[in-house]
């Protein structure tokens, strides 16, 4: 392995951008575009090889080329717009079958994991979503014409190639354009600050992970935590707890960090990026924790999924549970995503449809109640919150039986024995 190979599966790569900041405090007060247009395909080079940056730039450049030949189209536009999309989607999906870099199959275990993680932190899976974005904006208004430095500035922006967030062309463009002349002294300091606080945080949750792994008697690699969910017969209800409990902390903390690092790069570099998690393990229902987690992404599929497909005008349910089969489909072309896509998207639908039904005016009748109720409630629907996720994380993390065979187990101790299900694989 190269010394790069082992962060190169990561999102953390984006910190290797900080290298160029004495260049970029060289660069002219206008010359902030022209900075990330080319320093972007160096460091995607230098992370990813050249296999990989030249299949993006081939990708980015096309992309754009597509777009605009569609928007000259006079006659037959939908048409030729529904093509570029199912194209587009072809394209990505076929991604999952690309020839695997070697750094990806040592620094990921398991081989299930190993395609996922190489297109979601390549800048493959970015790219694919900024591509899709800038073709629905371009379609929905024509007259919004980006010139082809911005999108590229935008597109390659190294610092948010891997992991996001998920910004618009049009909104990004005008902030790197001027990066440059707009920076200052302090966006240094709280983008490093940013980083340094970030590492501690990620620390912390290690040492809680650490202590959880040895009350469940897991070794520190982890080795042992595959076995609980094939073999979670051996627990009882708190271990039980544990295995479907503390993943869902943990992906939190790592999504969280990672997003947390992007945006802390690119404030060095001047550049304000979208806050992508709001205290999401604090939502108050399935539908508030789909604002606070990965919000970027979440506003993607609302205004290129759920609004394509209706969205709230008609056949609201079957929306939800379409895009989030599309969503689980966008990670990975695996049954365990689209089992994850069917739970999420029919559980969400669900509640909508119970609240709506039998407490429309939820937020009056909690306004109500007297304080100790009102905190009581809270409490209770962030647990059942947070219970609700758990279920899901254990559905995406077993690749073998979509989670199956905990949450039989799960259903054994809560019906004291009752059911007992026996679950194959």
Not at 346 to 371: E, G, I, K, M
Not at 382 to 404: F, N, Q, S, Y
Request: hydrophobic share 55%; charged share 15%.
């Amino acid at each position: 392995m190269g010394p790069l190979d082992a962060i190169r599966p990561t999102a953390l790569p984006a910190l290797l951008f900080l290298v160029a900041w004495p260049l970029f405090w060289l660069v002219p007060p206008r010359g902030g575009r022209h900075f990330f247009i080319l320093s972007g395909p160096v460091f995607v080079l230098l992370v990813d090889g050249p296999l990989i940056a030249a299949g993006l730039a081939a990708a980015i450049v096309a992309g754009y080329g597509l777009v605009e030949t569609v928007m000259r189209v006079e006659r037959g536009r939908p048409v030729a717009f529904a093509v570029l999309l199912s194209g587009l989607h072809v394209a990505y999906w076929a991604c999952f079958w690309l020839p695997l870099p070697e750094a990806y199959r040592q620094v990921v275990p398991r081989p299930a994991d190993q395609p996922a993680v190489f297109i979601l932190f390549s800048g493959i899976g970015l790219t694919f979503l900024r591509l899709v974005a800038y073709a629905w904006d371009r379609y929905r208004d024509a007259a919004k014409r980006v010139s082809l430095g911005d999108y590229l500035a935008h597109m390659l922006f190294f610092p948010q190639l891997r992991h996001g967030p998920i910004e618009r062309c049009t909104a990004q463009a005008e902030q790197l354009a001027r990066a440059r002349e707009r920076w200052r002294p302090a966006d240094l300091g709280w983008g490093l600050l940013r980083i340094v606080l970030t590492y501690v945080a990620v620390a912390a949750v290690v040492l809680v992970a650490l202590g959880v792994g040895w009350l469940l008697g897991v070794p520190p690699s982890g080795a042992g935590s595959g076995d609980l969910i094939r073999h979670p017969e051996r627990l009882g209800w708190g271990g039980l707890m544990l295995v479907m409990h503390v993943p869902l902390l943990l992906l939190y903390a790592a999504e969280a960090a990672f997003a947390s690092i992007q945006l802390a790069v690119a404030r060095c570099f001047g550049v304000v990026g979208s806050e992508n998690f709001n205290a999401p393990l604090l939502a108050r229902s399935p539908r508030d924790f789909w604002r606070r987690w990965n919000i970027t992404l979440s506003s993607w599929l609302r205004d290129y999924a759920y609004i394509p497909l209706g969205g709230n005008r008609r056949h609201a349910g079957l929306n939800v549970v379409l895009v989030f089969v599309y969503c689980g489909l966008l990670h990975a072309l695996q049954w365990r995503c689209l089992a994850w896509g069917l739970y999420t998207g029919v559980t969400l639908a669900l509640y909508a449809w119970v609240t709506q039904r039998f407490l429309p005016d939820r937020h009056a009748w909690l306004a109500a109640r007297p304080p100790w109720q009102r905190q009581a409630i809270l409490l209770l629907a962030r647990l059942a919150t947070a219970h609700w996720l758990a279920i899901g994380v254990t559905i995406i993390l077993d690749p073998e039986t979509c989670g199956l065979r905990v949450l039989a187990r799960y259903l054994e101790l809560l019906t004291g024995g009752a059911v007992r299900l026996c679950v194959a694989g």
